[in-house]
């Protein structure tokens, strides 16, 4: 049973930091490339970060570039997204996504909001 479980979310200051979880299973995590994506309210889901099966590769959307950064341990079965300066804008729920030719997959999401 394939099953993207993030974590990390919570209720922050302006300019604080966190760090959001990814946790795989149920399928092959170092083949699938992994992204996070937002969702605020009334808006339509975003890219926030990307990032390759090897992690040797990543991308990120511009309103987030030199404050979030993506990682992954493929020993751990694990994506991250470490978030700094936080702003209220980065308020929306976050979803962790798997992608390969063989499937796409997506977790539950975990909120984050930025309070002023």
């Known amino acids: 049973q394939v099953q993207l479980v993030e974590s990390g979310g919570g209720l922050v200051q302006s300019g604080g930091s966190l760090r959001l979880s990814c946790a795989a299973s149920?399928?092959?995590?170092?083949?699938?490339?992994m992204s996070w994506y937002r969702q605020a309210p009334g808006k339509e889901r975003e890219l926030v970060a990307g990032?390759?099966?090897?992690?040797?590769?990543?991308n990120y959307a511009n309103s987030v570039k030199g404050r979030f950064t993506i990682s992954r341990d493929n020993a751990k079965n694990t994506v991250y997204l470490q978030m700094y300066s936080l702003e209220p804008e980065d308020t929306a729920v976050y979803y962790c996504?798997?992608?390969?030719?063989?499937?796409?997959?997506w977790g539950q999401g975990t909120q984050v909001t930025v309070s002023s």
């Open positions: 996504k798997a992608r390969s030719p063989g499937g796409i997959y």
């Open positions: 149920g399928f092959t995590f170092s083949t699938y490339i």
């Open positions: 990032i390759s099966r090897g992690g040797d590769s990543t």
